[in-house]
Structure formats: structure tokens, C-alpha cells
T-cell receptor, first 114, second 113 residues
Framework: DAGVIQSPRHEVTEMGQEVTLRCKPI?????LFWYRQTMMRGLELLIY????????DSGMPEDRFSAKMPNASFSTLKIQPSEPRDSAVYFC????????????FGPGTRLTVT | AQSVTQLGSHVSVSEGALVLLRCNYS??????LFWYVQYPNQGLQLLLK??????LVKGINGFEAEFKKSETSFHLTKPSAHMSDAAEYFC???????????FGTGTRLTIIP
């Protein structure tokens, strides 16, 4: 299995631009999570889905952030407009559910907003 | 609400020495506890997990952790450190196994040759 796939791996954009991060979970996994990692705040959950339905979006910072999961094999995290404080590494993770509990993380997208 | 405290943001041990990384949790319900490792510029990888049952949990790469409810702790240990263990280690908790993880702030482990 290829694991969780994220694209792009690096993104540099200017303040005010729209940014879209993409994630392909492991096939057969029912849960998908978006986390953000920064020096100041550490690792924090933004949102997670179960069977393509958002379950908890309490970590989404503000209306500038949105996430979708149109099908079981694809999710996007969009920031519009982007701000320098959004600079971070964004991780996508997936898990099969049941009694596995292990979340498999993608390699992350390093976002820099100038 | 769940929370995790990792004591020591940086830990250095000599190669071959005992590794001990500390984690204390707060949870309103019986917790699910995890240790993840992150190598530079990579995602996180699960080392081990506690869900129910045996309180001493063995993981990959020779690591183990013991769930101590009375101390609300889940410390990570390895008897003999190897150079390849140098990485950042995160303790995490969830209320239910397949919901969001709440992470500690991480401990960067350095191995001294």
C-alpha cells in the first residue's frame, strides 16, 4: 500500500492567495483527520471525517479554513485568503476504524505564506 | 476534556543507556493512550498504544510503556538507546479509539555517541 498521500509537499504562497491541500487516505480507511503542526501550538486537530461526513471541526481556526471529503479516497483543506500565521506543516491521517485505532500519517505539506 | 503533559522538551542519553520519556494525561473517561515518533521532515509513526487489558505495552523498535492509572502516567522506555532512536516523540490521548488525538508538546530525544 502506498500509505497516505499528500500533495503538494511544499507550498509557498503570498498572503491573500487561496491555498488547497490534498489528501488521499489509505484505501478502506473510514476515518480521515487533518492536523496542523506549528512551533507555537504543536500538533492540533483541525477536522476529522467518518465515512466522508465531518464529525468534529472544532479545531478549524476560522471561516477562512474549509475542508471537504467528496468521496472515500480524496479530501481537501482550503485556506482562503491565506495569512502568514497559517504557515505550518499540515498532516493528513487515516484509520480503518474498528479496534485498530492506529492513525497512519501522511508526509505532510509544509505551507509558507509570505 | 483530554490533555497530555510531556515533561522535558529535550532529553539526551548516551548510546546504550536507558531511555525514559515521561507522559502524564488527564481524561474524564478511561483513556486510549498512544506514543508516536516523528523523524525529521516526516509524518508520525505509531510506536505503541494502550487501549484496554495489559498495562505494560510493547511496541516497535524495542520501546515499551506502562499505563499507571493511579499516577495518570504512560511513560515510554527503552532499555538501551541506539543512534537511530534520535527523533521527536509525542504522547497522545483520545476518549475513544477512533476519534481525534490530543497530543503533548513532544520530547526531542538526542543520542550521544
Amino acid at each position: 500500500d502506498a500509505g497516505v498521500i499528500q500533495s503538494p509537499r511544499h507550498e509557498v504562497t503570498e498572503m491573500g492567495q487561496e491555498v488547497t491541500l490534498r489528501c488521499k487516505p489509505i484505501s478502506g480507511h473510514d476515518y480521515l483527520f487533518w492536523y496542523r503542526q506549528t512551533m507555537m501550538r504543536g500538533l492540533e486537530l483541525l477536522i476529522y471525517f467518518n465515512n466522508n461526513v465531518p464529525i468534529d471541526d472544532s479545531g478549524m481556526p476560522e471561516d477562512r479554513f474549509s475542508a471537504k471529503m467528496p468521496n472515500a479516497s480524496f479530501s481537501t483543506l482550503k485556506i482562503q485568503p491565506s495569512e502568514p500565521r497559517d504557515s505550518a506543516v499540515y498532516f493528513c491521517a487515516s484509520t480503518a476504524g474498528g479496534s485498530s485505532y492506529e492513525q497512519y500519517f501522511g508526509p505532510g505539506t509544509r505551507l509558507t505564506v509570505t | 476534556a483530554q490533555s497530555v503533559t510531556q515533561l522535558g522538551s529535550h532529553v539526551s542519553v548516551s548510546e546504550g543507556a536507558l531511555v525514559l520519556l515521561r507522559c502524564n494525561y488527564s481524561s474524564s473517561v478511561p483513556p486510549y493512550l498512544f506514543w508516536y515518533v516523528q523523524y525529521p521532515n516526516q509524518g508520525l509513526q505509531l510506536l505503541l498504544k494502550y487501549t484496554t487489558g495489559a498495562t505494560l505495552v510493547k511496541g516497535i523498535n524495542g520501546f515499551e510503556a506502562e499505563f499507571k492509572k493511579s499516577e495518570t502516567s504512560f511513560h515510554l522506555t527503552k532499555p538501551s538507546a541506539h543512534m537511530s532512536d534520535a527523533a521527536e516523540y509525542f504522547c497522545a490521548v483520545s476518549r475513544f479509539g477512533n476519534e481525534k488525538l490530543t497530543f503533548g508538546t513532544g520530547t526531542r530525544l538526542t543520542i550521544i555517541p
